[in-house]
């Protein structure tokens, strides 16, 4: 293996740690999505890392035909370490993938440079701080999935959200999203 495809792999195995960080400690762990733990433990959870340093909507439309061919799979993550943009400009490439990928799929952005929200909490305004990942990442959940639900489901998941971070502390979700920044950086300055 050259030592680019050794940095990427590294670059790839490191993204996913921290994906994982995010997923098990902050997800699960805070019970943030009634589907994630059983989606999770059943393997109907598929990742890709996508390495470009510019993020690209044809590859993430490849990535949904796969995952569309895929039964199993109920949900796709789409993450980019490489990105290094704004959180307007990544939803806006956010989008751009919804516009183009076809509707098979719910495409939500999620980014590291959310913040928690200034002011009173409300649920709206909590959902960009819950999507503050290590990395830059598209979450593509399957449409046929949600449409069997039934019910306000955005809203009925953003309402208990709310209930749960009121109850655990804000500062104490901050705290665990800064740290797992925190191990991000640390590892990839190491890279």
């Known amino acids: 293996m050259s030592a680019g495809g050794a940095l990427a792999a590294g670059l790839v195995e490191e993204s996913l740690r921290l994906n994982t960080r995010y997923v098990e400690e902050v997800v699960i762990g805070w019970g943030l999505c009634p589907w994630a733990a059983r989606a999770w433990l059943d393997g109907q959870v598929t990742r890709r890392v996508f390495v470009a340093a510019a993020p690209d909507a044809a590859a993430v439309a490849a990535f949904a035909g796969e995952l569309g061919a895929t039964p199993q799979a109920a949900i796709g993550l789409a993450i980019f ?28 952005a999620f ?13 709206a305004r909590l959902v960009p701080f819950i999507r503050r ?6 979450q593509l959940v399957r449409a046929s999935l949600v449409d069997r639900l039934q019910g306000q489901v955005s809203a009925d998941v953003a309402r208990a959200n709310l209930a749960t971070v009121a109850a655990r502390g804000l500062a104490q979700l901050d705290a665990l999203l800064t740290d797992i920044r925190r191990d991000r950086d640390t590892s990839y300055a190491r890279g």
């Not at 980014?111 to 649920?123: K, M, N, S, V």
């Open 81 to 108: 370490p490489r990105v290094d943009g704004t959180v307007a400009a990544w939803e806006k490439f956010a989008e751009g993938v919804r516009r183009t990928s076809g509707g098979d799929f719910l495409i939500a």
């Open 133 to 138: 990942t290590p990395d830059p990442t598209l």
């Open 111 to 123: 980014h590291p440079g959310y913040r928690a929200p200034d002011g009173p909490l409300d649920a």
